[in-house]
T-cell receptor, first 116, second 113 residues
Framework: NAGVTQTPKFQVLKTGQSMTLQCAQDMNHEYMSWYRQDPGMGLRLIHYSVGAGITDQGEVPNGYNVSRSTTEDFPLRLLSAAPSQTSVYFC???????????????FGPGTRLTVT | SQKIEQNSEALNIQEGKTATLTCNYTNYSPAYLQWYRQDPGRGPVFLLLIRENEKEKRKERLKVTFDTTLKQSLFHITASQPADSATYLCACFSSGSARQLTFGSGTQLTVLP
């Protein structure tokens, strides 16, 4: 199993540009989520999904869109990049079925995004 | 608003000693609390989960306690080693919203040889 994969690893954008951060998992997890991590702020939830076709907002959703057309993929779209979106972005996945006792989140390696 | 605080940004301890990290929560009644380890340039890795009706959970050299009266969890690493040096994150979620984890900002632990 590859686990959770994210592409790209690094990205530099100019203000106003748009892009999509890719996330894929091969563990058949129902739950997928996107976080951003900033110094001193911890991980903050952007959007999450509990299954294909179902998405919801987290703590900091503004400026980001998501969709979940398959169980495996959960892309994050930046509509019009701003310097405030400079951050490290992590995708995570987990089971949420009753048989899962730990709700262990599996994280990807992260995407380091700089917006100039 | 719900808040998770890890009250030490950095902790240095000597090899062989027990490291104790603290996680406090406010405006919150989490049903579950998790601890993660994060190494520089990598995503967090799950270590342990403890439920609100559990006082203590152990895994090898790791021990987690959960005090719902104090609204606090303590994370202990016994016989610490330099390889334990990392940032440790606590995260909580409620039983009604297992989909929304709230993370603390982490404690950077350095174990000195």
């Amino acid at each position: 199993n590859a686990g959770v994969t994210q592409t790209p690893k690094f990205q530099v954008l100019k203000t106003g540009q748009s892009m999509t951060l890719q996330c894929a998992q091969d563990m058949n997890h129902e739950y997928m989520s996107w976080y951003r991590q900033d110094p001193g702020m911890g991980l903050r939830l952007i959007h999450y999904s509990v299954g294909a076709g179902i998405t919801d907002q987290g703590e900091v959703p503004n400026g980001y869109n998501v969709s979940r057309s398959t169980t495996e993929d959960f892309p994050l779209r930046l509509l019009s990049a701003a310097p405030s979106q400079t951050s490290v972005y992590f995708c995570a996945s987990s089971f949420i079925s009753p048989g899962s006792s730990s709700y262990e989140q599996y994280f990807g390696p992260g995407t380091r995004l700089t917006v100039t | 608003s719900q808040k998770i605080e890890q009250n030490s940004e950095a902790l240095n301890i000597q090899e062989g000693k027990t490291a104790t990290l603290t996680c406090n929560y406010t405006n919150y009644s989490p049903a579950y609390l998790q601890w993660y380890r994060q190494d520089p340039g990598r995503g967090p890795v799950f270590l342990l989960l403890i439920r609100e009706n559990e006082k203590e959970k152990r895994k090898e050299r790791l021990k987690v306690t959960f005090d719902t009266t104090l609204k606090q969890s303590l994370f202990h690493i016994t016989a610490s080693q330099p390889a334990d040096s990392a940032t440790y994150l606590c995260a909580c979620f409620s039983s009604g919203s297992a989909r929304q984890l709230t993370f603390g900002s982490g404690t950077q632990l350095t174990v000195l040889p």
